[in-house]
């Protein structure tokens, strides 16, 4: 396959701006940019799944840069929905040195900063050089500017996408940047700065974009209950990333195969085919896991992952380390109790809605303590019973996890 014909395969071609690009695609030499904000200080699963980009062209002969936009992140670009708020210009510096250095280990291609080329221009030159050429009816047609008029949209956001335009027009001027690429959300700000490069040097440039990865509801993928599964692993440890990847939908993670990993179709297509004849058995989750989880945190990061997984599953919960036994429960109910009778706790803690359910479930054996399973009414619980001196597990039926803490 050319390499057009494997983006394409891949599900990472959305936009394109003119199908010339195509054979320059083919032919390799083009050096282009993709960019992101810094808006927080690791980025996420969704940024991974747009930056990869990067190595894909970057093995087929093209040259990256790496934008991280300061002068963006101040002013906010448009959600479609409702304005965002000011980010204060410290935060903004922090987390871009924060993310100028993860991308170093993720991606170690030249990082640069739209502040440095914006700060000095001056409101009279940025009328002048770069809103004179851009059409208000232009603008108001993109469909972020558009939705976003409904609730309200500042002047600030309004002219984001004049920004990035400009920011294209800079590194095509003096990096020799003649295409973009971006999440199919950023084509209307494509398309701008290939406009403004038209009308103000006559030269043509080019942008592609690619769809944004979505679950089968379009929820953006990347995001757990509203939050966003960081790359940091101080953020989002490997267990919990290893977690979120291996509950992947069974309709979805063959496209995400192809999309967030450089399996080859051949490899993919056998792992589609195992998938379908079992999907219980989650082998392409657990490929999907594994690939990503040895790119981002490496080798050992992934092995001990499937360990505490592993461990968790067969309830040998002692042998796991206090801190990943803490991320691996992150999410089941918390208590905090101050030890005694076993049937106190389990009320207090509403494990059981009496002493006599209590009772019902010791006597049955549904219950069992650090993984292992208990059935007396007189265990206390103090410091010995706990792990780490601290922390006790208990597991109510096959699934259902309550983590206490001594106080």
């Known amino acids: 396959m050319t390499l057009y014909e494997e983006l394409k395969w891949r599900g990472l071609i959305q936009d394109i701006s003119d199908p010339k690009l195509i054979d320059k695609l083919n032919a390799g030499g083009l050096?282009?940019?993709?960019?992101t904000d810094p808006t927080a200080d690791s980025l996420h699963l969704g940024h991974y799944s747009s930056f990869l980009i990067t190595r894909r062209l970057a093995?087929?002969?093209?040259?990256?840069?790496?934008?991280?936009?300061?002068?963006?992140?101040?002013?906010?670009?448009?959600?479609g929905t409702v304005e965002r708020k000011l980010s204060d210009r410290a935060e903004v510096e922090r987390n871009f040195e924060a993310l100028k250095a993860q991308l170093a280990t993720i991606f170690p291609y030249e990082?640069?900063?739209?502040?440095?080329?914006?700060?000095?221009?001056?409101?009279?030159?940025?009328?002048?050089?770069?809103?004179?050429?851009?059409?208000?009816?232009?603008?108001?047609?993109?469909?972020?500017?558009?939705?976003?008029m409904e609730s309200g949209i500042s002047y600030a956001e309004f002219s984001y996408m004049l920004i990035q335009g400009l920011d294209f027009k800079y590194l095509h001027e003096n990096r020799g940047v003649d295409l973009q690429v971006a999440g199919s959300d950023q084509w209307g700000n494509i398309t701008t700065g290939i406009e403004l490069i038209r009308?103000?040097?006559?030269?043509?440039v080019f942008a592609f974009t690619m769809p944004l990865v979505t679950d089968s509801h379009g929820n953006k993928f990347?995001?757990?209950?509203?939050?966003?599964?960081?790359?940091?692993?101080?953020?989002?440890?490997?267990?919990?990333?290893?977690?979120?990847?291996?509950?992947?939908?069974?309709?979805?993670?063959?496209?995400?195969?192809?999309?967030?990993?450089?399996?080859?179709?051949e490899e993919i297509e056998a792992i589609a085919e195992e998938h379908n004849a079992a999907p219980e058995k989650r082998l392409a989750q657990k490929k999907l896991?594994?690939?990503?989880?040895?790119?981002?945190?490496?080798?050992?990061?992934?092995?001990?992952a499937v360990r505490i997984s592993e461990q968790l599953f067969a309830g040998n919960i002692?042998?796991?380390?206090?801190?990943?036994?803490?991320?691996?429960?992150?999410?089941?109910?918390?208590?905090?109790?101050?030890?005694?009778?076993?049937?106190?706790?389990?009320?207090?803690?509403k494990i059981c809605s009496s002493k006599r359910e209590a009772r019902e479930f010791l006597?049955?054996?549904?219950?069992?303590?650090?993984?292992?399973?208990?059935?007396?009414?007189?265990?206390?619980?103090?410091?010995?019973?706990?792990?780490?001196?601290?922390?006790?597990?208990?597991?109510?039926?096959?699934?259902?996890?309550?983590?206490?803490?001594?106080?």
């Not at 896991?289 to 001990?304: K, M, N, T």
């Open 59 to 79: 093995n087929a002969g093209h040259t990256p840069l790496l934008l991280v936009g300061m002068a963006t992140a101040l002013i906010g670009d448009p959600r």
């Open 31 to 35: 050096t282009f940019y993709i960019g």
């Open 111 to 148: 990082v640069v900063n739209n502040y440095d080329w914006v700060k000095d221009i001056n409101v009279v030159e940025f009328f002048r050089d770069y809103g004179k050429y851009i059409n208000v009816g232009y603008m108001l047609s993109k469909d972020l500017i558009r939705r976003q």
């Open 222 to 265: 990347g995001k757990s209950e509203g939050n966003a599964v960081w790359l940091d692993k101080n953020k989002t440890s490997s267990y919990e990333l290893y977690q979120f990847l291996l509950n992947s939908e069974d309709s979805m993670v063959i496209e995400y195969l192809k999309r967030l990993t450089f399996l080859t179709k």
């Open 363 to 407: 006597s049955n054996g549904s219950l069992s303590l650090n993984g292992e399973q208990i059935k007396a009414t007189d265990i206390v619980i103090d410091a010995s019973t706990t792990i780490g001196g601290k922390y006790i597990v208990i597991r109510r039926g096959k699934k259902k996890y309550y983590l206490g803490e001594l106080v």
């Open 289 to 304: 896991a594994e690939e990503i989880l040895r790119d981002l945190h490496g080798e050992g990061a992934y092995e001990s």
């Open 199 to 204: 009308k103000t040097t006559g030269d043509e």
């Open 318 to 349: 002692k042998e796991i380390p206090v801190n990943d036994l803490l991320a691996g429960l992150k999410d089941v109910p918390h208590f905090t109790t101050e030890g005694g009778p076993i049937m106190d706790v389990l009320v207090n803690a």
